[in-house]
T-cell receptor, first 112, second 115 residues
């Protein structure tokens, strides 16, 4: 079983739409959670951390459900520039090596 | 602030040949990571350095892959001999070292094609 599972998409949504991505993780000892964004043929970049209480950054909202081992990312009012692959990342602890797991990514295309 | 530098950006080699990639992390970042990203997949950690020491290399195929970070700054990753399945983007990342661990900054990657 994979450590992190994501729906690969692709998600094709019109500009202005709201879209949500989900991610599940298998290890209940996971401690840190993040969403990274990766543009086509570019490197991944940190989008936002995910906290237990949920957190928001502009049009982006991330939520964590530890009981269900589930992470989500909500994008409101989608822009063309949001088109990218969104990678769910889970870390088992904050000091150990080999404890960082990336999902396969969910591809989003925002259509004019 | 300068980002993580990697070279070369692209490399095409034949199977059984050798290849080396170079990475220069962000100044002051103690932790350096090498990842392999196969098309359609997320990055997979190969090796992590803390300064010039290896923290973990359990996912590094040591029969053909090696990496070093001799002076605790830049690093090289080598593949010898290469196989077709090594075709991937090799990403270098660095972080300041403290938590949260996953706030890593990635370089542009080296796209390797093995024919």
């Amino acid at each position: 079983r994979k450590e992190v599972e994501q729906d690969p998409g692709p998600f094709n949504v019109p500009e202005g739409a709201t879209v949500a991505f989900n991610c599940t993780y298998s290890n209940s000892a996971s401690q840190s959670f993040f969403w990274y964004r990766q543009d086509c043929r570019k490197e991944p970049k940190l989008l936002m951390s995910v906290y237990s209480s949920g957190n928001e950054d502009g049009r982006f909202t991330a939520q964590l459900n530890r009981a269900s081992q589930y992470i989500s990312l909500l994008i409101r009012d989608s822009k063309l520039s949001d088109s990218a692959t969104y990678l769910c990342v889970v870390a088992l602890d904050q000091t150990g090596a080999n404890n960082l797991f990336f999902g396969t990514g969910t591809r989003l295309t925002v259509i004019p | 602030e300068a980002g993580v530098a990697q070279s070369p950006r692209y490399k095409i080699i034949e199977k059984r040949q050798s290849v080396a990639f170079w990475c220069n992390p962000i100044s002051g970042h103690a932790t350096l990571y090498w990842y392999q990203q196969i098309l359609g997949q997320g990055p997979k950690l190969l090796i992590q350095f803390q300064n010039n020491g290896v923290v973990d290399d359990s996912q590094l195929p040591k029969d053909r892959f090696s990496a070093e970070r001799l002076k605790g700054v830049d690093s090289t990753l080598k593949i010898q001999p290469a196989k077709l399945e090594d075709s991937a983007v090799y990403l270098c990342a660095s972080s300041f070292g403290g938590p949260p661990m996953a706030e890593q900054y990635f370089g542009p990657g080296t796209r390797l094609t093995v024919t």
